[in-house]
């Protein structure tokens, strides 16, 4: 149980463009999902919170126009890198909690990442 | 704002035991998560740890002191699969049950 997908796994794009990432969870409500940022041999990078029909809160220093995220349902939500450049190619993951299914609460599960080479 | 400490790397053989020391200053501590992530992958969840003492998960445990501000992750009978980063997640209870993350400890596994 616990299971947390993430679309696409891997992208790359023009700069200037838009791109969307997927994260479900698939066996259990996600009340909150996650979102993070990792540059190479760094950290994760806590962008932003999200709860299920409320708006994000975002880290100090994410920009929230630039970093679109939307929390429609239980089980799935989106982030939308705007107007991408070079300088936003990462590795960003996505994590969920919740109470329900295979979840233990208040564990974080992630999903497997998607990996951004804007160019 | 928070603090954590854990080693960069540590090196040990297969089969061995290996255990990696966490401290941790932190404002509205709720629990404490251990982490495993392979090169190139997401994190994968070990453990949570709530009250003090001692959890016991197969191969891995994880110990907590909330007075001392202190954890470790024990990893037993080690294998070459075991060779990742370790990562030591405090919980924030008043924000949300974010975690926050140190550059964790990258463990590498000698034959």
């Known amino acids: 149980g616990a299971v947390v997908s993430q679309h696409p796994s891997w992208v790359i794009c023009k700069s200037g463009t838009s791109v969307k990432i997927e994260c479900r969870s698939l066996?259990?409500?996600?009340?909150?999902m996650f979102w993070y940022r990792q540059f190479p041999k760094q950290s994760l990078m806590l962008m932003a919170t999200?709860?299920?029909?409320?708006?994000?809160?975002?880290e100090q220093g994410v920009e929230k126009d630039k970093f679109l995220i939307n929390h429609a349902s239980l089980t799935l939500s989106t982030l939308t890198v705007t107007s991408a450049h070079p300088e936003d190619s990462s590795f960003y993951i996505c994590?969920?909690?919740?109470?329900?299914?295979?979840?233990?609460?208040?564990?974080?599960?992630f999903g497997p990442g998607t990996r951004l080479l804007v160019l | 704002g928070q603090n954590i400490d854990q080693p960069t790397e540590m090196t040990a053989t297969e089969g061995a035991i290996v255990q990696i020391n966490c401290t941790y200053q932190?404002?509205?501590?709720?629990?404490l998560f251990w982490y495993q992530q392979h090169a190139g992958e997401a994190p994968t969840f070990l453990s949570y740890?709530?009250?003090?003492g001692l959890e016991e998960k197969g191969r891995f445990s994880s110990f907590l002191s909330r007075s001392k501000g202190y954890s470790y992750l024990l990893l037993k009978e080690l294998q070459m699969k075991d060779s990742a980063s370790y990562l030591c997640?405090?919980?924030?209870?008043?924000?949300?049950?974010?975690?926050?993350f140190g550059g964790g400890t990258r463990v590498l596994v000698k034959p």
């Open positions: 740890n709530v009250l003090d």
């Open positions: 994590s969920a909690s919740g109470t329900s299914g295979g979840a233990y609460q208040e564990t974080q599960y």
């Open positions: 999200s709860n299920e029909g409320s708006k994000a809160t975002y």
């Open positions: 932190t404002s509205g501590f709720n629990g």
């Open positions: 066996d259990f409500q996600a009340t909150t």
């Open positions: 997640a405090p919980q924030i209870k008043a924000a949300g049950n974010k975690l926050t």
